[in-house]
């Protein structure tokens, strides 16, 4: 069992950059595959990073390649997802979630979940 807590959302004008922080509870940090989703609104909740236990792999989708990068820190537990560039359109909740598995880019792929964290991008 894993509990999850994000951070660091908030309002940001576009061009601008906001880190996300996702903090977890438990002693086996390290053996989860770390993911970020988001959801808009009227819109399906999507993968936007991933990272594996060790943090050797790591996964972002096209549309935000290149602008978002998921870090993690195995000492903390603490997972990272920075966002730069961040356009209107990035405006959503942000997730922070884990699993024991291999993990991926699939919602269904993941075992536990964060409240979630407010992000806006205004033009």
């Known amino acids: 069992q894993v509990q999850l807590v994000e951070s660091g959302g908030g309002s940001v004008q576009a061009g601008g950059s906001l880190r996300l922080s996702c903090a977890a509870s438990?002693?086996?940090?390290?053996?989860?595959?770390m993911g970020w989703f988001r959801q808009g609104p009227g819109k399906e909740r999507e993968f936007v990073a991933g990272?594996?236990?060790?943090?050797?792999?790591?996964l972002h989708p096209d549309s935000v390649n290149g602008r978002f990068t998921i870090s993690r820190d195995n000492l903390e537990n603490t997972v990272y997802l920075q966002m730069n560039s961040l356009k209107p359109e990035d405006t959503a909740v942000y997730y922070c979630?884990?699993?024991?598995?291999?993990?991926?880019?699939?919602?269904?792929?993941?075992?536990?979940w964060g409240q979630g964290t407010q992000v806006t991008v205004s033009s």
């Open positions: 979630a884990a699993t024991y598995g291999s993990g991926g880019s699939r919602r269904s792929s993941y075992d536990y």
């Open positions: 438990g002693r086996t940090f390290s053996s989860y595959f």
């Open positions: 990272i594996s236990g060790a943090g050797g792999f790591r």
